[in-house]
């Protein structure tokens, strides 16, 4: 079956109509066999519509926790194996290589507030990991009666 937006050419009317194929409509329609619920007339033409398209069935919303988890897991893995963590020095070291002391190269590790605003200040790129994310903690529910 086919479901159609149709509209009577005559009043301007929209109904739907139900067909066995594309071709039931045009036989009836040339045959003058689809009739206007509202005025009766026989001048009906379909109506631009958006395709029925069924989903697959693997379509359905991926688990936001489960993608957020994997792309973090995948850029933890990438900082773990492409930057030197450098712990406390990271303040040092970043301006170092900023202003040509040492070699450039990917790094990671701590500051301080102080040491990022500093770093910031400077003009020394640098930006924050975001922390690692962990459940909260489950608590007991204490009774207010």
């Not at 688990?63 to 040092?92: M, T, W």
Request: proline content about 8%; charged content about 30%; hydrophobic content about 30%.
């Amino acid at each position: 079956m086919i479901r159609y937006a149709l509209e009577c050419r005559d009043c301007e009317t929209g109904f739907d109509g139900w067909f066995a194929s594309s071709e039931g409509f045009d036989t009836q329609s040339e045959k003058g066999l689809i009739d206007c619920p509202n005025c009766g007339g026989h001048d009906i033409r379909k109506q631009v519509m958006a395709p029925s398209v069924r989903p697959s069935e693997k379509s359905g919303a991926s688990d936001p926790e489960k993608v957020f988890g994997k792309l973090a897991a995948h850029a933890r893995q990438h900082i773990s194996e492409n930057y030197d963590y450098v712990g406390d020095g990271f303040a040092e070291e970043a301006r170092s290589m900023y202003y040509g002391e040492r070699e450039h190269k990917p790094i990671w590790g701590e500051t301080t507030a102080e040491e990022r605003e500093s770093l910031k200040e400077e003009g020394v790129p640098a930006a924050p990991l975001p922390p690692a994310f962990v459940p909260p903690k489950k608590t007991e529910k204490t009774k207010l009666n």
